[in-house]
């Protein structure tokens, strides 16, 4: 058995710190060794090792890519590398370390001697990435609240570390923060979109863009801009001097473009995006009503009050443009601009015709990639291809798309959602908690990823259809993982480090707040523990929340919209159903988690 200490560091951020450690010491322990692990990020440093381990330490690893503090470290026996080479192959830069300080081989930099396999990764990612850049960003996600801005904030200060020059605007909940001049934008080298929804790029055409997700700039934003350099394409053509850029037409990168798409999993999350205010208004303005002038505020009886004027504004208004937003912007995302008409007008027949939110769906991808294959299609001389976006591309989408609503998808979309809004309604107890659960147990297993946003955008869909129990599951099941992980740290204190103690108040509020994004970095940390215990407590907050049939009519805002009344049904059990989960993920926590060894 070999004795080794490491120290993981990355400017990625603490998630990323905390995932590099982890890859190192299971690495070890898997392979027999004794590790000594320090961990370094923002928080501070995590972790240590005594005298005695240091001077029996058989090698050093220092996987990082900041300046990290070496004194008092045997120079003869170090080993460098990366977080990237160690999340790729941990047992490799093990076995490495100890090769190459059995071999009496010191470091690169000190003896000159060859680099180890794996110390060349980086140098190929340094070289792409050695002048200092003038680099504009944009980072947006679908609810435009936690991701949006830790990438932000990973993006600045990757690019920090690495001497570049960076302005992020961010593309939220409250809109366009920090926003780019058209200035900055001409006067910089590369453009970066760090986006999980469309991004408008016609602004950056002729500049070179590289387009990734939020997730890859958080956990890695120095390798986004290593391949930021090394694969940015030329976006669009670069408008000439005076010349105003035709509206809605596609550039000529399109190509280009069409690699650079996630798929549909990023269009209906575009679509979802420019959704939830309407829902947000509509619900809430619907609760307000019910609070003034009762359950039955929308008869005829109350017409005039101000309660049925809510009602009307709530669900007339608000819950009916939410169907045309969410197809107009599934479009937009696949088609841009050129999509829009198409894609809302379908959402709107949609309603019409009973469709629902299935309906849009349908409608905002036929439209999208009906318009986007057309705009490809279709070839006019020069000096007629302006009419393309303002005329025939609206014209023939929407044509597309309202013949097959009308005549050959709706009803029988129609009657796929009368049937699963019946089903929802009709559900007993059991298949209740069931469906409660499972959704609590999505929401909790990715923390934002793809399969908390499926859960998510079902929940949140479903509100304007009078299915409103789903999306008190899901919420209350979003808030328990950062919950039960501050509970967890104030109760049992000796599983966790002082640095994650202090992190836990304002991760605390985060779960308040239902962003449930605030429980990565203890995720990153030990997720083979963390995760199991975030599933357990959501999948109980959502089964209970199911099973006293509580209903949600905001689809955000944490334990923030419990004031307002009627946003919620039976307040009490709601936040007793949240309290369970917590408490479950705080136990579950303290069973599984293992006692910080101080040194």
């Keep these: 058995m070999a004795h080794l200490i490491a120290i993981a560091a990355s400017q990625a951020g603490p998630a990323h710190s905390f995932m590099t450690g982890e890859a190192l010491r299971a690495a070890a322990e898997r392979l027999g060794h004794h590790i000594a692990l320090s961990v370094r990020s923002s928080l501070g440093a995590q972790g240590g090792w005594t005298d005695d ?54 470091t690169v930099a000190a003896h000159g001697g060859p680099a180890p396999a794996v110390a060349a990764v980086p140098a190929v990612a340094t070289a792409d990435v050695a002048r200092p850049l003038r680099i504009v960003a944009i980072t947006s996600c679908p609810t435009g609240v936690a991701h949006t801005f830790m990438a932000a904030e990973a993006l600045e200060q990757g690019a920090q570390a690495l001497g570049h020059t960076i302005k992020v605007e961010t593309q939220g909940s409250v809109g366009a923060q920090n926003a780019l001049t058209a200035d900055e934008i001409a006067q910089a080298d590369l453009v970066v979109i760090a986006a999980d929804t469309q991004v408008d790029r016609a602004r950056f055409a002729g500049k070179r863009l590289h387009a990734t997700g939020t997730k890859a700039a958080i956990h890695d934003a ?22 105003a850029a035709t509206p809605g037409a596609a550039p000529a990168g399109a190509a280009a473009r069409s690699t650079e798409r996630t798929g549909p999993y990023k269009h209906l999350m575009t679509g979802v995006s420019f959704t939830l205010p309407f829902v947000v208004a509509g619900g809430l303005l619907i609760a307000l009503a019910f609070a003034l002038g009762g359950i039955y505020v929308y008869d005829d009886a109350h017409q005039g009050t101000l309660g049925w004027t809510l009602f009307q504004i709530g669900a007339k208004a608000g819950f009916t443009l939410m169907l045309p937003a969410l197809a107009g912007y599934i479009a937009f995302s696949i088609a841009d601009r050129p999509g829009i008409a198409p894609g809302m007008i ?25 318009v986007h294959w057309m705009n490809r299609a279709i070839r006019l001389p020069r000096t007629l291809d302006g009419l393309k976006p303002v005329l025939l591309l609206p014209l023939l989408g929407t044509l597309v798309v309202g013949v097959l609503m009308m005549m050959v998808i709706g009803k029988p979309m129609a009657g796929v959602m009368a049937a699963l809004t019946e089903w929802l309604k009709g559900l007993q107890t059991g298949s209740a908690v069931l469906l409660g659960v499972i959704l609590g147990a999505m929401m909790a297993f990715d923390m934002g990823g793809p399969v908390n946003k499926a859960a998510y955008v079902f929940s949140t869909t479903l509100i304007a259809s009078g299915v409103a129990n789903p999306m008190a599951a899901t919420m209350a099941a979003g808030m328990v993982p950062p919950l039960g992980i501050a509970l967890a740290c104030w109760v049992f204190r000796s599983r966790f480090s002082a640095e994650e103690r202090e992190a836990s108040k304002a991760v605390a509020v985060l779960g308040l707040a239902f962003i449930t994004e605030g429980a990565i970095p203890f995720v990153a940390r030990d997720p083979l523990r963390v995760i199991p215990a975030c599933m357990a407590g ?28 009627n946003a919620v049904n039976h307040v009490v059990l709601y936040a007793l159903a949240i309290a369970a989960g917590t408490g479950v993920t705080a136990l579950a926590l303290g069973v599984l988690k293992r006692r910080v060894v101080v040194a």
């Design 53 to 106: 381990e240091l001077s029996r330490a058989d090698a050093v690893i220092i996987a990082a890519d900041m300046a990290v503090d070496r004194s008092g470290l045997p120079a003869a026996r170090l080993h460098e590398t990366t977080p990237g080479a160690v999340l790729a192959d941990a047992a490799d830069v093990v076995r490495a370390a100890l090769a190459r300080s059995g071999a009496g081989g010191g």
């Design 222 to 243: 120095a390798a986004v801009f290593a391949q930021a350099a090394a694969q940015a394409t030329v976006w669009g053509d670069a408008p000439a001097a005076g010349a």
């Design 346 to 370: 379908g959402g709107l027949l949609a309603g019409t015709v009973g469709a629902g939110f299935l309906g849009a769906i349908a409608a905002g991808f036929i439209a999208g990639y009906a």
């Design 538 to 565: 959501a999948a109980v907050a959502g089964g209970l929340s199911m099973m006293w049939n509580i209903g949600l009519q905001a689809p955000h805002g944490g334990v923030f919209v419990l004031a307002i009344p």
